[in-house]
């Protein structure tokens, strides 16, 4: 079976729904946006503090595994990926961050012009609907709905007196002038409901007559004529595909399967390539290379039930939370579980932050009880530390010729002095303020790293042991103009006609914070590429 469209975007995640949603909006043309995942309607899905139920359920997540990591313990970090319609986008914790400015002008320095900050600001603005007044850091209007997040009246200005006495700053919007300090983060949701990238744009787009979506399609491999793109073949209900594009395929399946997609289609490093027998296109040595997450760890201390969301998990007054959302999409269920929000400097010499803390009334594993039927979990609070730039790169290969299989993932975590040096500062730091009244004085016993743990070997040891990714992976398809440099500053796949990649792949180097907003301005300003456009229109962000 063959089919056309002038435009096949591969991907519906972060980057990908906004590239199809951005390109269909020319009647002129016909776009298609393929789909392994389906279009899911669980309510759980629009339920903001739900989403530690969602991430953990097979139908909504690929549930990755990576590779034995060698400075971790050879531990296996778990990777979940969404699967479906709004890709990771569905089952994130909808933090929005776009990074450090002077992140992006980094990449300009890389030789990527148009990457700078004032390059980029213009796209996350035009994607914006922000929860204050438009001004020259946001935009009023766009699909993207950021909202403030409420804070609590119990643990949140106890916590924010703590850190104003310890000398921090402190932000009522951390994507202003500056990023560094304390506060309450932005959110994605809409209305009291997830703004997953599917439902603030992919949806509205679909009533467009010029964009199909083909959803349980799992792309096998590119097809390349003459150094050219010219189909995308796909597998769907165990029957093969192939769509023909008459102009550009976009490949948009993160940093996970888009180096996979390519390596199937013979496009990466042809040593590799030939291990696994299959014949290669174009060698092209960076696919898959330059992998990079955020290394994060949970510092846990046991807490007072009058700060912990331990009372809101009862399932009685947890019904009536519910009750609340699906009438007004108000409440607790309308927020996340999330206290406060941080980017902070480990060493003052530092130019911008190189962590990013976030500080919860609760642990990731709270779930409803009720008394004589379940006990709750332990009253708790926990800081996440999260380190923003790591030196360490890991990598995305192939596991078999089978693109039904998923790949093999090396974050490779904790890899270099200066990665293991940073959560040696961060873990003093932040027992500093866990001590540091009026906070110390509604918390108690250290559970994570524990009262033992106090030198730096015994802090070595413990990352180790409780190091994770703040799934935040990116890199492996990079930007860039050297050799090991896979896209141009177009996005074009170098040596291939009518091959770009849209994704959170392409980051040369990892942002400091959450990168979900920056897959979004790339899928923005991917599409104003591929019309040919230089700059944002921000007329068009409505």
Avoid at 286 to 310: F, W, Y
Wanted: with cysteine; charged share 25%; proline share 6%.
């Amino acid at each position: 079976m063959s089919e056309t469209a002038d435009y096949i975007v591969v991907g519906a995640g972060s980057a990908g729904a906004v590239v199809a949603a951005r390109l269909s909006e020319d009647p002129d043309v016909r776009v298609t946006l393929i789909e392994a995942g389906r279009r899911e309607r669980n309510i759980l899905l629009e339920m903001p503090i739900a989403f530690p139920m969602i991430m953990s359920r097979g139908r909504y997540n690929w549930h990755y595994t990576g590779e034995p990591e060698p400075h971790a313990d050879n531990r296996q970090i778990r990777q979940p990926r969404g699967k479906a319609l709004g890709g990771s986008s569905m089952i994130n914790g909808m933090l929005y961050a776009r990074g450090n400015p002077r992140d992006y002008d980094e990449w300009r320095q890389l030789g990527l012009e148009g990457w700078g900050w004032d390059d980029v600001l213009p796209y996350f603005r035009k994607s914006e609907n922000h929860w204050g007044e438009e001004d020259q850091y946001h935009g009023k209007g766009g699909p993207l709905t950021t909202t403030k997040h409420i804070p609590d009246d119990r643990l949140f200005p106890r916590f924010m007196e703590t850190v104003t006495k310890l000398g921090y700053k402190t932000q009522t919007d951390h994507h202003g002038a500056d990023q560094e300090g304390w506060g309450s983060p932005d959110i994605n949701i809409h209305n009291g409901r997830r703004g997953s990238t599917a439902a603030r744009f992919l949806y509205p787009a679909m009533k467009r007559p010029n964009l199909t979506v083909i959803t349980e399609a799992l792309g096998s491999r590119v097809e390349v004529e003459n150094g050219r793109a010219v189909a995308l073949h796909y597998r769907r209900k165990g029957q093969e595909h192939v769509i023909r594009a008459e102009r550009e395929i976009i490949l948009s399946g993160g940093a996970y399967n888009t180096p996979q997609l390519m390596l199937l289609s013979g496009i990466g490093p042809a040593d590799e390539l030939r291990e696994l027998g299959i014949a290669t296109v174009h060698d092209l040595p960076g696919v898959g290379r330059n992998l990079q997450d955020h290394p994060s760890v949970a510092m846990i201390s046991g807490a007072k039930r009058e700060v912990s969301l331990t009372n809101e998990l009862r399932f009685d007054r947890l019904t009536l939370s519910v009750l609340e959302w699906l009438a007004l999409g108000k409440g607790r269920i309308a927020n996340m579980p999330v206290t406060a929000n941080g980017w902070l400097k480990t060493r003052p010499d530092l130019e911008r932050p190189d962590g990013q803390c976030l500080f919860q009334p609760t642990s990731i594993m709270a779930r409803p009880w009720f008394p004589g039927v379940k006990k709750p979990a332990p009253d708790v609070v926990a800081m996440a530390c999260v380190l923003l730039r790591p030196e360490g790169r890991g990598w995305v290969k192939l596991a078999s010729s089978d693109p039904a299989k998923p790949p093999r993932i090396l974050s490779n975590v904790l890899a270099t002095e200066n990665d293991r040096a940073f959560f040696r500062r961060i873990v003093p730091q932040i027992r500093e303020i866990f001590a540091t009244s009026p906070l110390a004085d509604v918390l108690t016993t250290e559970i994570m790293p524990g009262t033992d743990v106090r030198t730096d070997a015994e802090i070595d040891a413990w990352a180790r042991q409780a190091v994770n990714t703040a799934l935040h992976p990116v890199g492996s398809c990079a930007m860039g103009t050297g050799t090991e440099a896979v896209c141009d500053a177009k996005l074009r796949v170098r040596g291939i006609k009518g091959l770009r990649i849209a994704d959170a792949s392409v980051m040369p180097r990892i942002v400091g914070g959450n990168t979900n907003a920056a897959s979004i301005m790339i899928g923005e300003k991917a599409a104003d590429l591929i019309r040919g456009r230089e700059k944002a229109e921000l007329s068009e962000a409505a």
